[in-house]
C-alpha cells in the first residue's frame, strides 16, 4: 500500500506517517494538494497531512481541500510533539550566517527565541522545514542556516546550534489520514487518545440565527462539539463553510438524525468521517 505525505524526506509529516504506517511504501509529495490529488486519483490509497498546530492554528490548505474534494474522507487523526532545533553545514559557523531559511509555521514557533538570538539576521519562508535543510545541507559555501527537527540534521549531515527552540513547550501537531475508502484507521501499538467526528457544513445563505439553528441540532442533543471553525468559500465577503468536530463514539440513531435535521433547514453536509485520535512520539 503506498501512502502519501506532505514531504521532502525528513518533514515532520513524515515522522507521523512512519509511525502511523511503518510497513508501508511513502510517497513525498511537494505540497498539500498534491497529496490530496494522489488519493484521489488513485496513485495512493491514503495519505498523512497535516491539520492543526497547537501555536499556529489550523492548516487552512488542508480545509479548503477537505471541502473542494468531496470524495475525500478521515480515516484517523494523530497528534505529535513538534521539536524545533537551528543548524547550519559544518563546514560553517552560526556567528557567519547571513540568512536563516524554514517553513513559516516552524519561523513562526520560534520567532521570539530566533529574535533574541539572531534578530539581526534576516529569516526566508521556504516551503517545509525539512527542504530548507535541505537547501543548506546542498548550499555550504553559502552563509545560512535552517529550523528543522533532529531526523532532517542526522539525514542531511548539518550541524544542530540550538536545541528546541520552539518558544512553548506545549507545540503540538495533528495530522489526519485521508482516503476515498470510508473505513476506520486502527494501530493496536499506538496510544489511543479518544474518539470524533468531522464534519463540513455550509449555511444555505447569511441570515441572522443562522449559525445558531445549525449548533442547535448538536445542543438539544447533547453532542459535544470540541472544534467549530469558519472556512472562506471564496466566493465574496461573508460566505463561510464551518468544519464541526463531535466527541465520541458514532452512535448511529442519534447522529444519523441529526444529519437529517441538518439537511432539513437546507444545510450542506458532509460528513467526513468518524475515527479515532492517536497519540505519537516525537
Known sequence: MKIAFLGPQASFTQLAAAQLFPSEELLPKANILDCFSAVENGEAEKAVVPLENS?????????????????????????????????????????????????????????????????????????????????????????????????????????????????????????????????????NTLEVQGEKSGLLITLPEDHAGGLHQVLSVFAWRKMNLSKIESRTLKTGLGNYFFFINVVGKWEPVLYENALEELKSIQTEVKFLGNYKEFLLQS
Open 55 to 187: 501555536i499556529e492554528g489550523t492548516v487552512s490548505m488542508t480545509l479548503d481541500y477537505l471541502y473542494k474534494t468531496p470524495s475525500i474522507s478521515i480515516q484517523g487523526e494523530a497528534v505529535m510533539p513538534i521539536a524545533h532545533h537551528l543548524m547550519i553545514h559544518p563546514k560553517n559557523e552560526i556567528e557567519e550566517v547571513e540568512k536563516i531559511y524554514s517553513h513559516p509555521q516552524a519561523l513562526a514557533q520560534s520567532f521570539h527565541f530566533l529574535d533574541s538570538l539572531y534578530g539581526y539576521i534576516p529569516k526566508q519562508d521556504f516551503s517545509s522545514t525539512a527542504a530548507a535543510a535541505k537547501f543548506v545541507s546542498e548550499n555550504p559555501d553559502r552563509k545560512i542556516a535552517a529550523v528543522a527537527n533532529q531526523f532532517a540534521a542526522h539525514l542531511y549531515g548539518l550541524k544542530i546550534i540550538n536545541r528546541n527552540i520552539h518558544d512553548f513547550e506545549q507545540n503540538h501537531t495533528r495530522f489526519i489520514i485521508i482516503s476515498k475508502k470510508y473505513s476506520v484507521y486502527e494501530n
